[in-house]
């Protein structure tokens, strides 16, 4: 069972940035799909980005341009940048490893482990 554990939450001003890390547990993590998910209080879970084993990237419209993933295999972390972040952007963020058959980064059904989260807030 991997472990996936986040860090680099925090409170921001509108505007600012912050980058997430997620330390994954485990072999392989070179060959997993690994992405984040966002979750604001009463709202449902969001696709916020992915990143394949390629290396090729995959964003949610509300924050294409703004927010990068990126991974380092030697460390088995997975990143996520978030530049010029706005009050909406304040939810708690997910690590997510998908599953050796997911179909689509988009979807909470192709995630195979979850991280904790880490709160992000986003003051005006």
């Known amino acids: 069972q991997v472990r996936l554990v986040e860090s680099g939450g925090g409170l921001v001003r509108t505007g600012g940035s912050l980058r997430l890390s997620c330390a994954a547990s485990?072999?392989?993590?070179?060959?997993?799909?690994m992405g984040w998910f966002r979750q604001a209080p009463g709202k449902e879970r969001e696709f916020v980005g992915a990143?394949?084993?390629?290396?090729?990237?995959y964003y949610g419209d509300s924050v294409k341009g703004r927010f990068t993933v990126s991974r380092d295999n030697a460390k088995n972390t997975v990143y996520l940048q978030m530049n010029s972040l706005k009050p909406e952007d304040a939810a708690e963020y997910y690590c997510?490893?998908?599953?050796?058959?997911?179909?689509?980064?988009?979807?909470?059904?192709?995630?195979?482990?979850w991280g904790q989260g880490t709160q992000v807030t986003v003051s005006s």
């Open positions: 997510a490893r998908y599953s050796s058959s997911s179909d689509s980064y988009y979807y909470e059904r192709s995630v195979g482990s």
């Open positions: 485990g072999r392989s993590f070179s060959t997993y799909a």
């Open positions: 990143i394949g084993w390629s290396g090729r990237t």
